[in-house]
């Protein structure tokens, strides 16, 4: 396991693009949650501003573009609506110009931009790059190559849309939640928002990660 280096100067990563998912329904918030407002903005521009430090190329992977003008971003609809998160992924790797892309739900407002950093620097031959929790995959926090596609083309073809399916296909590096907590000292940068009380526990999940 590789450590996640300090970095005294950000600077952009140019051979992976960052992309953001936002096609969800949001039905279990009730609401468009990528536009809920957290500390004066909306939820995806926590998610947007650390992005634009880390990649030269971004992406925002989105089915209702005029709702998004206002982060001044690239946008792409689904090839495949109606598919979740797979087809986000999938649209993403086939628009993208970099070999690799970092994808990260629209709902994940606290990134750790050294994390993403050690993700997108990890050598070796591998399809797909994710923290793997004690609690399960972290898929929507993780870097993808193109190799990817043909599977998750195959995956699409079969009606097959769960990603933790796809991820049975692929060749994966690995990264264990002890590897990150030895580094970051807090698992709060996973903090998702699907219901609305999970905004309530976002102050105290910011908290943690700050003091991490």
Known sequence: MNTMPGRKKMKHIRDVT???LAGGASSRFGSNKALASYDALPLIQHV???LEKL???RLLVTNTASVYEFLGWP???DIHPSCGPLGGIHAALKTINTSKAFIVGCDMPLLNTDLIAHLCT????????LPWLKAGPEPL?????????PHIE??????EFKIGLLLRKLKLHKISEDDILSQTGSLSTFHNINFRQDMSLLEHAAEKANNG
């Open 18 to 20: 960052g992309v953001i």
């Open 48 to 50: 947007a501003q650390p």
């Open 55 to 57: 990649f030269k190329e």
């Open 75 to 77: 946008m792409v609809g």
């Open 122 to 129: 990890l050598p070796g031959d591998w399809d797909a790059a």
């Open 141 to 149: 926090y993780a870097i993808y190559t193109k190799k990817c596609l």
């Open 154 to 159: 195959q995956s699409l073809q079969s009606k």
